[in-house]
């Protein structure tokens, strides 16, 4: 199977691409979608237009700069400032988050493809891709400077297909996906609802969903740092009420400071 064959058509709404040298094709109505910077532009901008930033930590992640600087000063800066010291600490940093991640996801286990939603510059989409070698790697993400230093990162690995997508309209087929996460961006979405029902339509049966949200009850300091970068704060027991209406089950969580991670599984 091809990873291009996951997405659908953003004109006709056929489901199956065709991956060529550098594009990719709908065999339906023969739509192009060229590859920029390592990534496609799935984002169907004709209809719904340029997505415009909501929020103040958007804003710095359509930055070039922001792109370029991300992994080594700014995530770690976000996770300290909107989940405490302990956030990272307790998680070991972030190569103890991945373990977390691909071990939640059953990555050893389990058939892929593994998506990656809101990739960012794609660090662990690279440790997802090195982890699962077998298997075909997403890496989705709204904002182009973001993916285009996720391109750069992943040149190289063949197993690995990144796309320019809103995560609330996600352009992948029905029952497509084996697991996916969702790290360090549940914050920023509009509506992280819309976002749940879309990841359950694409998750096969028996697909896992791990997701890393920033807990409701923090210091006076870290709620003021996030209101003001407009960031979400989450109360566990809610979202596990949010999910299981969309229809996930098994529920897990752990707690890492002002941060948790949880999984859950489509049935
Ligand atoms: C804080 S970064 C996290 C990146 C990466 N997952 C990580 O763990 O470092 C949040 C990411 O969510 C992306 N994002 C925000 N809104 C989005 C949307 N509606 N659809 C897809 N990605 C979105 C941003 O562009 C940004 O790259």
Redesign the pocket.
Known sequence: MEAASLFVCLECGGAGLEQGSRSLTCPSCRARYPEDSGHYDLLDIKNRGE?TPATA??RL??SELVARL?DRTF?PA?VRLLGGRGAAKNAGGLAGEFFIYKNALGIEDRPGPWL??????G??TRALAGAAPGDWVIG????RP?LEVAGSRLRGYGNTLLAR????ELPLADETIGGSI????LH???DPERVFHELFRVLIPGGVFVGQAFHHKASMFHRLAGQIGGIRRFDPYELRGWLSRVGFVDYEEIRLGGSFIFRLRKP
Request: net charge negative; aromatic share 10%; hydrophobic share 40%.
């Open positions: 997505p930590e958007q992640m359509e991300y995530r976000f990656d939603l809101s990739c960012g510059t660090t662990l989705l993400d709204i904002s973001m997508a809103d995560a609330h969702i790290a360090s961006a920023v979405y509009d």
